[in-house]
């Protein structure tokens, strides 16, 4: 198993650009969220799915949308990039809330 | 809104002693807890975990300690080895979502 994967592994915007951010999992996991981690922070939920189909907000959600067509992929998708939003975002996924989580390696952001 | 938190941020220890990182938490409806260890420039790595119908579990060197009444999550590390240097999270999930503390930074000097 490839567990959780990212793509791309680093990315620079300039401000008011778009983009998505790719996750995928192949453990058949119903649970997939995204967190993003600034220097020396923990991580903060950004959006979490329970399942194909749905979607939630997590703490810090704005300027960020999310689908779940399949289990496998949960793209991020950053509508209007703001300098704000330099970060480093991780994808995780489990069996469910109550599971252990798995994370993808990350993606470094960096908005100009 | 709930939070979880550390005591402290930095923790320094000899190599061969046992660590023990403290975590508070403030939501009394959570359910589930999870400690996680992140070496830098890589993901969190699951260490142990703990749900809220048990007081301790043991892994590989590893113990969590949970104390509902204060709302209190501990990890203990024995013989800690240089390996164990990195930054460690606990994380507390009573609903849908899981939400991190902010890390404690432990450094095994050797």
């Known amino acids: 198993n490839a567990g959780v994967t990212q793509t791309p592994k680093f990315q620079v915007l300039k401000t008011g650009q778009s983009m998505t951010l790719q996750c995928a999992q192949d453990?058949?996991?119903?649970?997939m969220s995204w967190y993003r981690q600034d220097p020396g922070m923990g991580l903060r939920l950004i959006h979490y799915?329970?399942?194909?189909?749905?979607?939630d907000q997590g703490e810090v959600p704005n300027g960020y949308n999310v689908s779940r067509s399949t289990t496998e992929d949960f793209p991020l998708r950053l509508l209007s990039a703001a300098p704000s939003q330099t970060s480093v975002y991780f994808c995780?996924?489990?069996?469910?809330?109550?599971?252990?989580?798995?994370f993808g390696p990350g993606t470094r952001l960096t908005v100009t | 809104g709930e939070s979880v938190g550390l005591h402290l941020p930095t923790l320094s220890v000899q190599e061969g002693d046992n660590s023990i990182i403290n975590c508070a938490y403030s939501?009394?409806?959570?359910?589930?807890f999870i400690w996680y260890k992140q070496e830098s420039g890589k993901g969190p790595q699951f260490i142990i975990d703990?749900?809220?119908?048990?007081d301790k579990r043991q892994g590989q060197r590893v113990t969590v300690l949970l104390n509902k009444t204060v709302k209190h999550l501990s990890l203990q590390i024995a013989a800690t080895q240089p390996g164990d240097s990195a930054v460690y999270f606990c994380?507390?999930?009573?609903?849908?979502?899981?939400?991190f503390g902010e890390g404690t930074q432990l450094t095994v000097n050797p």
């Open positions: 799915s329970v399942g194909a189909g749905i979607t």
């Open positions: 994380a507390e999930s009573g609903g849908s979502r899981l939400t």
């Open positions: 995780a996924s489990s069996y469910s809330r109550t599971y252990e989580q798995y």
């Open positions: 703990i749900r809220s119908n048990m």
């Open positions: 453990m058949n996991h119903e649970y």
């Open positions: 939501n009394s409806a959570s359910d589930y």
